[in-house]
């Protein structure tokens, strides 16, 4: 399973920007598709989880009602749509494919990281 990431980019703080998840490659481990972020001097967290099998979604409260994590499932892509977006939501963004939730070592599979500047 391999994950490519792209749309990372600079905007300004209310802006919007959608990031893409192509995933390449099946794996039983690799149902759920998870988006970290890692902000500047800040450990990674999970930001937006989605385990369509099961029925699970997850959503930090930073987050709620601003991004959206969509599936196209014909083509195998995710994506995270990022609304009104604040300075603190500066920081690189991985998508991953694991077994589902927050604990980084549910994923096996990572994207490389494209990063996403709010900024005036």
Known sequence: ???????????????????????SGHARDAKAITWFRQAPGKEREGIYSRHDDVGTTHIRDSVKGRFTLSRDIVNNIAYLLMNNLRSDDTGVYFCAAGLGGWPENNYNYWGQGPQVIVSS
């Open 1 to 23: 399973v391999q994950l490519v990431e792209s749309g990372g980019g600079q905007v300004q703080p209310g802006g919007s920007l959608r990031l893409s998840c192509v995933i």
